[in-house]
Nanobody, 124 residues
Framework: QVQLVESGGGLVQAGGSLRLSCAAS????????MGWFRQAPGKEREFVAA????????YYADSVKGRFTISRDNAKNTVYLQMNSLKPEDTAVYYC?????????????????WGRGTQVTVSS
């Protein structure tokens, strides 16, 4: 199991960009698929993006395709979420997760590890 800590959230104007980071502890990071979810006030947590263990495959929610990019650096035990062309509806707490199984990461259930989240606020 890995421990996850997100960072990089903040307040940005619509159309702006942010890059979120998720730092993982543990020697087995490179064997884990990683993902990002978000939860807006009063809404269910929803899938945003995922990446397999070596970065060769990525997956995105339709709402962020073309605007967000997930990547990872296994040497730094870190996964990133580059968010461009941000919209007010992207406002949420963003969480990263990790699991050996990419389908589990994408589904967001029975996941091995979750971070505590980082707040992203997009003003109009």
């Amino acid at each position: 199991q890995v421990q996850l800590v997100e960072s990089g959230g903040g307040l940005v104007q619509a159309g702006g960009s942010l890059r979120l980071s998720c730092a993982a502890s543990g020697r087995t990071f490179s064997s884990y698929a990683m993902g990002w979810f978000r939860q807006a006030p009063g809404k269910e947590r929803e899938f945003v993006a995922a990446i397999n263990w070596n970065g060769g495959s990525t997956y995105y929610a339709d709402s962020v395709k073309g605007r967000f990019t997930i990547s990872r650096d296994n040497a730094k035990n870190t996964v990133y979420l580059q968010m461009n062309s941000l919209k007010p509806e992207d406002t949420a707490v963003y969480y990263c997760n990790a699991d050996p199984s990419i389908p589990v990461v994408v589904a967001g259930t029975d996941v091995s590890s979750w971070g505590r989240g980082t707040q992203v606020t997009v003003s109009s």
